[in-house]
């Protein structure tokens, strides 16, 4: 990308909001960029597209899950967006309240991790779809269906006494859905929100427990 392509790119809103959030953060995914800076995950992928070929933010990957974080060149012109900022807003009447506004968006990146830990289960659940892309809801919603009949297959087997052999019988064939799902999962164009993939882990862990556990006694 030239340097005219790059100015023009930091003389909009949304990529110079979404540079000094991903500086904030320090690693971060595609679909909070997207909710912070209140944009559509489409426009927010080609925006950090714009950003990659100018070399100001690079993906790294941890197992499946795509993150995204500044370069060195990144963290430079997010030093010298902070200075410029500063300079214009240094005499504006609104100057305490966009300090205020960029300490708390600071303060955020800082205790994210801690936040996680404080936060009931189900309103951190709530956020997770909230922000969550179509197609990780999408992904989300077949994970929850299958769970839901692994489980229903285990329960009427604990209650009509079936044997382990029967139960694998009926449980076998959804290791193939599994791996359908993991496979959607690598193939994504975008990348998959974390809360999906756990999910799929849990579903996966829970069917193999179900198969190599001792034959379902109700209890």
Known sequence: ????????????????????????????????????????????TRILSKMEQSGLIRFTFEGRIKFVELTEYGKEVETALKEFRNIITAESPASEEIQKTEEEIEEKGEAAEGNKSEEPKEATEIEKIKELDLLSVEILEKVRNLRN??????REAVEQ???????????????????????????????????????????????????????????
């Open 1 to 44: 990308m030239s340097d005219d392509d790059v100015e023009k790119l930091f003389l909009q809103e949304k990529p110079t909001l979404a540079l000094l959030f991903i500086g904030s953060m320090g690693k971060t995914y595609a679909s909070v960029i997207s909710k912070e800076i209140d944009s559509t995950f489409a426009h927010t």
């Open 149 to 154: 009949k692994i489980e229903s297959i285990h």
């Open 161 to 219: 006494g079936q044997s382990k052999e029967m139960v694998s019988r009926k449980l076998g064939p959804y290791s193939r859905d599994i791996r359908k799902l993991h496979s959607q999962v690598e193939k994504a164009e975008s990348p998959v929100d974390e809360a999906v993939v756990s999910a799929l882990e849990e579903t996966e862990r829970l069917l193999e427990a179900y198969l190599k556990g001792p034959k379902p006694e109700n209890t």
